[in-house]
């Protein structure tokens, strides 16, 4: 399977970037991105007209939603004349990097970053309270600086428990930086209303992830040895993913008959999710897959599971909600802010409540019997994916950010 799920891979590269594809076959940078990554995922320079750096401080790996979420923004940006250079850590494929080496890498590469500082036209920072220095030695340096929130500290700590202990200051780290910001972006409407409450800001803007909807789109080609009719869910495994739920769910005897359950991904859930295939032969875990094999999965599917649920998180903003959408199949979402309210004004799925898996099987069982509605559902997904969901019209929408930034400075 490995041998044929590269070569559609392929396919799909030529298909969405057929230039990238000529000139840099076999190149494990993000088609697209002309420049490479260097050791410690500085870009090289280009000769373009305005200079953006964009600095994670979050490693960017294929097969995380920060991957796509990066570079589908900044692709586009790049295809409009700017030249935008990626400054974040990379550490050894397959390792999982202790507390020391992280903060070894990040300060390397902020390091890198400050050297450079007055080259840029303006500085991107993908929230991080360890984003702080670089972020003031931006504003120390007149270089403006945009931040894009993707959760509260909050968030931060429910998935680092660990950083609870010095709270106090990453929590001052992250205020400051907002408070110096050029412009904050949201990626929801309650990041958005919660970064008001915390900054005092009213000049937040909202945008929230979207979908390449060149790459994931009904008609892709399907992945071989799959079952003929199947739920999918893709994505990180953890624990408000709702992922324990659809399990629970997908072994329900209101599960439709002669659906199977189709996972990919991986995370700390990944050990039920094998447990629960030896149970069950209609389960079926494919492990990671390359971000162009994914809509392969998706597109092919009877609907998509999207089942973010963590009441004290303030960020959802799904990227798989809206990758889904865009590959015309209906939805079955979870009755949460960030993502219900787009599926119920288009029309494009099923919500249903959190944590119930009753009410998941059900809705798999009511498009399983009904695909002409399905089918309209899908549909009405593709067209706002086309209409105001994309990574374009996203990428649109931070560029002014970044514009107006610019302009504010004078630059």
């Keep these: 399977m490995g041998t044929v799920v590269t070569k559609r891979a392929e396919w799909l590269i030529g298909l969405v970037y057929p230039e990238t594809a000529r000139k840099a076959a076999g190149s494990e940078a993000f088609p697209g991105h002309k420049r490479y990554v260097e050791r410690a995922g500085v870009c090289a320079q280009s000769d373009r007209s305005r200079r953006l750096a964009y600095f994670s401080a979050q490693a960017i790996v294929q097969g995380q939603d920060s991957w796509a979420a990066v570079l589908e923004i900044t692709r586009p940006i790049e295809s409009r004349g700017w030249s935008v250079d990626l400054f974040y850590p990379e550490y050894t494929p397959g390792s999982v990097p202790g507390i020391a080496e992280r903060l070894r890498h990040i300060v390397g590469v902020q390091l890198r970053l400050a050297r450079k500082i007055r080259s840029f036209d303006a500085l991107y920072i993908r929230v991080h309270p360890l984003a702080w220095p ?64 915390v900054t005092g800001r009213d000049d937040i803007v909202v945008s929230p992830n979207g979908a390449n909807d060149t790459l994931f789109a009904p008609g892709a080609p399907r992945l071989p040895d799959l079952p003929e009719r199947y739920v999918a869910f893709f994505g990180q495994f953890a624990p408000w993913q709702g992922l324990e739920t659809l399990l629970a769910a997908a072994q329900l005897p209101e599960w439709p008959d002669g659906v199977d359950l189709v996972i990919a991904g991986n995370g700390v859930l990944r050990p039920a999710v094998e447990e629960a295939v030896t149970r069950a032969p209609h389960i079926h875990y494919l492990g990671v897959l390359p971000y162009a094999d994914v809509p392969c999965l998706v597109a092919n599917a009877i609907a998509a599971a999207v089942l973010t649920y963590a009441p004290d998180r303030a960020g959802y903003s799904p990227l798989k909600l809206y990758e889904s959408m865009s590959c015309g199949v209906p939805v079955i979402c979870t009755d949460t802010p960030g993502q219900a309210e787009y599926v119920r004004a288009e029309e494009a799925g099923i919500v249903v409540p959190p944590q119930d898996p009753l009410a998941i099987a059900q809705a798999a069982t009511r498009l399983a019997d009904d695909p002409e509605t399905a089918a309209e559902m899908g549909a009405r997904g593709r067209r706002a994916v086309e209409d105001r969901y994309s990574w374009s019209v996203r990428a649109r929408q931070r560029q002014e950010v970044i514009e107006r930034a610019i302009e504010s400075r004078g630059r």
């Design 134 to 197: 670089v972020a003031a030695w931006g504003r120390l340096r007149g270089v403006p600086v945009i931040q894009e929130s993707n959760g509260s500290w909050e968030d931060a700590f429910a998935a680092w428990p660990g950083m609870r202990r010095i709270a106090g200051l990453v929590v001052w780290m992250q205020r400051s930086q907002y408070r110096h910001a050029d412009a904050i972006i949201a990626v929801s409407e309650t990041l958005g209303t919660w970064l008001r409450d």
